[in-house]
């Protein structure tokens, strides 16, 4: 590196340490200048990081990975706001910004090193790092590892649009702690929102009811025994407010926004900038192709179990080109996928099922490119996605000892929860509650083939328990709570 590049890359650094506490406290206010509030990973790896200015604690890289919109940069807003800390040793950058600068991580750091008149192995003082959209930089993961490997002085703290733009390789993954974000839960979006807060216990107790009961009649009796509070927590609520959580809800940026169609049009620009930049540098698809993806995702919105070959033929493109995109984004989290129930060689026969991993961008599919379903149509599918996170929130990291598949049959089922081998499958359909003898007809189909242990109807209905088909209905307003 020459010294003209050098002495540009120490002025933006001393640039960013001066500037950097103002810009960033901007994303830990609402416009109305209220504080936002923290997640549960903001206290996470708050304490981790109080913990290494102590010197009590090894664990000194940590990555946050999630979708666009999910809150990634709020979060590492709030660390870097709220964390005290000489200012020279506190430093923010954002990859996407230093590469559109012409600056590699790497020469910052040599830079950095030259500003602070140490090198890493001779530092007297903990440096906090805060790395910003590191999917940006494709050898990031390296120049950290170095970093790493240099010193036990500094905490490195990095966010990323998935799992697999953090987790480069073993190396990686023995030192770095990875974290995930999803989207909000109705207690968050409550809490952001309403300034409502969960009674302390209740989302694990319903947790356990749901997922853990050894049998129909112990869930019922376990949800039956927290109906006071549940019914205490909704007093207040209007309940147009779930509607609105389903809507667009899940994505923290959309709680600030009053108008639904300014709404729509921002998930939109989420959506232009998840194809354009994550997408396009992911795959690699030519210009050609790029537009038509966001026509995959527009048919997808309407069928979420996908035939690769109709799809392909629909929008004119090769099948490999629809697979490597559903891959992208998977990727990318913009959606996940649910796998028929079956053996590995059936499973891959039979279709897989797609859900947006946040059902405001199907919902926004719905309102701003053209769509006259009105509501009621869609809201089920809006809901088949809020189900499918919320599983995800709960055993994502689990996969591989949990299982969640589909019942690929007509009248099957919308999801089959193993929580870990031998413990027997739980059956889970999603309805409106307009419908619900067909619900008992799909999780009794499912649970006879799959030698279910209990079903679980969750609707906008009332808690009742059907012992002749091993089943409970739950209301929306206990599941939205877990």
């Known amino acids: 590196m020459d010294e003209e ?39 996470t790896i708050k304490n981790y990081i109080g913990r290494f200015a102590k010197g009590e604690s090894e664990s000194r890289w940590f990555a946050l990975a999630g979708l666009r919109g999910v809150g990634k940069t709020t979060v590492l807003a709030q660390l870097f706001t709220d964390c005290e800390w000489e200012s020279n040793y506190k430093l923010y950058l954002s990859l996407d910004q230093t590469k559109s600068l012409g600056f590699s991580l790497t020469e910052i750091i040599v830079a950095y090193e030259e500003f602070l008149g140490t090198s890493l192995e001779t530092l007297k003082k903990p440096i906090l790092l805060l790395l910003d959209e590191v999917q940006y930089q494709e050898n990031w993961a390296i120049t950290a590892k170095t970093i790493y490997d240099r010193t036990n002085k500094v905490f490195i703290f990095a966010t990323g649009s998935s799992a697999l733009s953090l987790q480069t390789n073993a190396d990686v993954a023995r030192r770095m702690v990875l974290e995930k974000i999803y989207p909000l839960g109705f207690a968050e979006y409550a809490h952001a929102k309403l300034a409502k807060e969960l009674p302390v216990g209740l989302s694990e107790r319903l947790r356990q009811a749901l997922f853990f009961s050894n049998s129909v009649e112990e869930v019922y009796s376990a949800l039956q025994k927290e109906t006071d509070l549940v019914n205490a927590f909704w007093i207040g609520i209007e309940r147009f407010e779930v509607d609105r959580y389903i809507k667009f809800g899940t994505l923290p940026f959309a709680i600030r926004v009053h108008d639904e169609s300014t709404v729509y049009k921002q998930i939109n620009q989420v959506m232009d900038a998840v194809l354009e930049k994550d997408i396009a540098k992911l795959e690699g698809f030519d210009k050609q192709t790029l537009p038509k993806l966001s026509q995959l995702l527009y048919a997808l919105s309407g069928a979420d179990i996908v035939s690769v070959v109709k799809l392909a ?34 499973q891959v026969k039979k279709p897989s099922k797609y859900l947006f991993t946040s059902s405001a961008y199907r919902a926004m599919y719905y309102n701003l490119v053209g769509s006259v379903e009105q509501y009621e149509n869609y809201k089920g599918k809006l809901l088949e996605d809020v189900m499918g996170m919320y599983l995800m929130r709960l055993f994502g990291d689990k996969l591989g000892i949990t299982s969640l598949t589909y019942d690929s049959a007509e009248s099957g089922a919308d999801f089959i929860l193993e929580t870990k081998p031998q413990a027997g499958k739980i059956v889970i359909e999603v309805g409106m509650g307009k419908k619900k003898q067909k619900g008992f007809e799909q999780v009794t189909n499912t649970l006879s083939k799959v030698e279910g242990k209990y079903g679980l109807i969750v609707s906008q209905t009332n808690l009742s328990l059907n012992e002749k088909v091993n089943c409970v209905s739950v209301p929306l307003e206990y599941f939205l709570l877990v």
């Open 5 to 43: 590049k050098k002495s540009k890359i120490i002025a933006y650094i001393r640039n960013q340490l001066v500037l950097s506490e103002q810009r960033l406290k901007e994303f830990t206010f609402d416009s109305k200048g209220n504080k936002l509030p923290y997640r549960d990973v903001y206290h």
């Open 313 to 346: 033929k629909t929008l004119d493109l090769n099948p490999r080109t629809v697979s490597l995109a559903l891959d992208a984004f998977e990727k990318t989290e913009v959606l996940f996928r649910v796998l028929p129930y079956g053996a590995h060689f059936a």
